[in-house]
T-cell receptor, first 114, second 112 residues
Framework: EDKVVQSPLSLVVHEGDTVTLNCSYE??????LLWYKQEKKAPTFLFML????IEKKSGRLSSILDKKELFSILNITATQTGDSAVYLC??????????????FGKGTLLTVNP | DGGITQSPKYLFRKEGQNVTLSCEQN?????MYWYRQDPGQGLRLIYYSQIVNDFQKGDIAEGYSVSREKKESFPLTVTSAQKNPTAFYLC???????????FGPGTRLTVL
């Protein structure tokens, strides 16, 4: 059974801090790893990673994938209160034939205090 | 405005009743998905459809049914066979079958 584990499950920091969120996975037929931000309702897409060692960056957020060690990290620098959200990691894998699916971790709840 | 709409936002039903959740997208996406989210849990895949008139079971399909008669629409029926139907339901779509990148706003179903 495919597994995606995120850590920590929750984190409280002060504005301006830098945080690192972790995602490890065990799946067969890995294709890609995705990060989403979920504030209240719909998760919004942040990054998709397919290759090891190549950092994806968007503003203060960055992410990198290690396919040998089967994990990814999401970094947020100079955190702001608007970064408070649940961050979801999901791994895409082939589920049989030409079918693909996403397996999600439980998420990391990040709270940024002013 | 392109996007995914789900209705209703909140839904209350009595135990034993079937209920249908709506999901519509105008993004011209081929693939559509239904997920369930419970407190402290990640999203779990219920059903997905890669093309009209075709769909596959996800990890927790028991007690649910879907149809895909039109590209834009992928309704989910929560049947009375679903033991714990109270949850937050999210619909998603993607341009191809590989990733679910766009999510709707969700429907919170409470069964009394």
């Amino acid at each position: 059974e495919d597994k995606v584990v995120q850590s920590p499950l929750s984190l409280v920091v002060h504005e301006g801090d830098t945080v690192t969120l972790n995602c490890s996975y065990e799946v067969t037929n890995f294709r890609s790893l995705l990060w989403y931000k979920q504030e209240k309702k719909a998760p919004t897409f942040l990054f998709m990673l397919t290759s090891s060692g190549i950092e994806k960056k968007s503003g203060r957020l960055s992410s990198i994938l290690d396919k040998k060690e089967l994990f990814s990290i999401l970094n947020i620098t100079a955190t702001q209160t608007g970064d408070s959200a649940v961050y979801l990691c999901a791994v895409e894998s082939r589920s049989g034939g030409s079918n693909y699916k996403l397996t999600f971790g439980k998420g990391t709840l990040l709270t940024v205090n002013p | 405005d392109g996007g995914i709409t789900q209705s209703p936002k909140y839904l209350f039903r009595k135990e034993g009743q079937n209920v249908t959740l709506s999901c519509e997208q105008n993004l011209n996406h081929d693939a559509m998905y239904w997920y369930r989210q419970d407190p402290g849990q990640g999203l779990r895949l219920i059903y997905y459809s890669q093309i009209v008139n075709d769909f596959q079971k996800g990890d927790i399909a028991e007690g649910y049914s879907v149809s895909r008669e039109k590209k834009e629409s992928f309704p989910l029926t929560v049947t009375s066979a679903q033991k714990n139907p109270t949850a937050f339901y999210l619909c998603a779509s993607s341009a191809d079958r590989h990733v679910a990148q766009y999510f709707g706003p969700g429907t919170r179903l409470t069964v009394l």
